[in-house]
Each structure stands twice: as C-alpha cells, then as structure tokens.
C-alpha cells in the first residue's frame, strides 16, 4: 500500500520508489479532511509536519465503511503517531538529521479490526527511499522457538544494514506472549534487554499489536522501550452488538434457567415443610384428645372428684392445665390418685 507525502508548502522534496516525500521540521496537527470521489473511493487526507498524506481507503479493508466522523476520532490519531514517531524519523536520518528511532512500536487495539491495516500503513515504510527492510517473524509453537525466531531476525537485521545502510522493521507476532505477566522472569528480563536496544544496537524497530497491554509487565511498556504507542478505541456499533447478542440471550435463557430450577426448588421445600407440620399438628392433636379422654375417665372414676361437686367448667380447665403441665406430670397425677383410691378403700 504505498503512500504519497505531498508538500503543503515550498519545502525541499527527493523522490522515493513509488512516491514523492518531503521533510519540513515544524509539526503542524492540523485537522484531516476527507473527499469522496465516489461511494467506492474514499480518501483521508492527514496533515502534518507541512506535508499532505492522502490514504486511499480501499485499500484499509477495516477503515473503508467507516464514516468519517469515527475516521477522525478514532482513526486519525494513531495514523499521526505512526507519521511523527515513526516514519519521519526514518526518513529524516536518511536525509542525515539528527533524529530517535523508537525501539518499538505498539499498535493497542481492543476491537481486534483495525490493527492490522495501521500496522500496514507503518510498514509502507519499506517501499520509500531511504525507508527500512521488513521482516516478518510469525507466531510459534514454544517462548524458547519464538525467543529463537527474533533473535535471528535482530541478527538478520545487524547484516542487512552494515550491506545496504537500511534498519529493519520486523513485525513480531509473539510480542505479547514473551512479555506476559505470566512468562518466565529469565525471559521477560531478555525482553526487557531487547527492547531497550533493538534500534541502537541491531538497527530494528520492532512493531507488534495488541487487545490489552495491561497484560504486560509494567517495565515494558516504558516511553524508552515503546518509543510509540498507538491506542484505538473503537466504539460498539451495530454489527459488533449483532455478535454479541447470542451471547446475550444465552446468558439470559441460563439465568431464567436457574431462576426457575430455584423457584421450583424452593416450592417443594415448602410443599415438604407445611406437609411435616400438618402430620406433626395432626399428631398433636390425636394426643391431646387421647390424653383429654383418659383424664376424664380417670377423674371420672377418682373418689375425690365423686365427693366434690365441680362444675363442667372447672373440670375442662383442670385438664387443660394438667395436659399443659406435661405427660410426665400427667402420668405422676393419676398415679397420686390411684393411691389415695387404694388408702380410702382401706
């Protein structure tokens, strides 16, 4: 995907491959503009350091159909730090200013979309004169086979330039897996050596995307390390609530799901309940009618009650009281009574 840097201004320019480029020290961030030249050909035009950058959208897959207004907000930025921090240092030391040439270069994009074609966008920088060589080092089965692979890219990297006088960009798809929180402190301390020399002492950047760079150990992450960081926060639109509303549902069906297997759970709990305690209150019942029976009878056949004119009343709240008291009381009373029956038969 080359790209054409036109002068805003009169600025000295030299010819690139496919492309005319020009330098002017003094950045200007002024706003993009956008043209269509028709509904299939977009064009964002960025401004900066007094040049003109005019990327055709067709050829960013994922930046195509997005509305300019997104373009702008979300999209923009991270092509001005890619420019600033990235390709015109490259372009600049060849032109022999004094310049930095970041160690790395990150691409944090938690959407997942649009990383690829900004990382394509940085390495158009291999096709402009005085740009970089490119390596691509793809992602591999173990730490140690991918520590092996960038190691050998780096030391590729050292040769290409003592020939041609041109760095190297090289594209690491294990970036995040070597510098995890998780990884091997032996390795996480190699990256962290790496990474803080690559551009010095091997003549390599190296760039590598990212959903979450929060996944990294801290020291990584340092302005030293990743000289430029590019962050793109693409909000929820419709398609990506398309994806998740399966999900959605799904989760909703297993809450319902659980809510009903609880409810269900809970009514026989209380099914189960009330049906002990109706037996129990039943059985309560039975007894106290059983007891209320034979202290009739007992107090019936006592000589003391046949001596003593009590009222109904006074009988009823006798039992009651008697019953009240316990069985055990109960039982000791009849017994009382049975032996005073005994002594007055005597």
């Known amino acids: 995907m080359p790209i054409t840097i036109k002068p805003i201004h009169n600025t000295t320019t030299y010819r690139t491959r496919t492309q005319t480029t020009s330098n002017n020290t003094a950045p200007s961030f002024k706003s993009a503009s956008f043209d269509e030249f028709s509904s299939a050909r977009r064009t964002l035009k960025i401004q900066i350091r007094g040049c003109e950058i005019p990327l055709l959208l ?19 930025p991270g092509f001005k730090n890619i420019l600033s921090g990235f390709i015109f240092p490259v372009l600049d030391e060849h032109k022999g200013i004094d310049t930095i040439i970041p160690n790395c270069v990150m691409v944090e994009d938690p ?5 690829d074609d ?23 089965p173990t730490i140690p086979d991918a520590q092996r692979g960038l190691y050998y890219a780096l030391q590729e990297s ?4 003592e020939k041609t006088g041109k760095r190297t960009l090289i594209e690491l798809d294990d970036f995040c897996k070597l510098v995890d929180k998780q990884a091997e402190f032996k390795v996480t301390e190699w990256m962290k050596a790496v ?12 760039i590598f995307k990212t959903k979450d760079s929060g996944k990294f150990i801290e020291e990584i992450i340092e302005p030293h390390r990743i000289g430029v960081n590019v962050l793109t926060k693409l909000p929820y639109v419709a398609d990506e609530i398309e994806e998740i509303a399966p999900a959605i549902k799904e989760t909703a ?7 009903e297997t609880a409810l269900n759970e809970t009514k026989d709990k209380l099914t189960e309940t009330t049906k002990n305690v109706t037996q129990k209150t039943e059985h309560i019942k039975n007894e106290a009618k059983d007891t209320i029976k034979e202290t009739s009878k007992n107090l019936g056949k006592s000589k003391l009650f046949k001596n003593k004119k009590f009222k109904l009343g006074s009988i009823l709240v006798a039992i009651i009281g008697i019953f009240v008291a316990g069985k055990d009381k109960i039982k000791k009373f009849f017994e009382q009574i049975g032996n005073n029956n005994k002594e007055n038969k005597k």
């Open 195 to 206: 990474t803080t020399r690559c551009a010095d002492k091997y003549k390599a950047t190296i």
């Open 253 to 259: 069906k297993e809450t319902g799901k659980k809510a």
């Open 111 to 115: 959407s997942g979309k649009v990383a």
């Open 118 to 140: 900004i990382i394509n966008f940085a390495k158009s920088v291999k096709d402009m004169e005085g740009g970089m060589n490119y390596k691509h080092v793809p992602k591999q």
């Open 158 to 161: 050292l040769q290409n330039f």
């Open 58 to 76: 067709d050829e960013y897959p994922s930046l195509k159909d997005m509305d300019n207004n997104m373009l702008k907000k979300h999209i923009e």
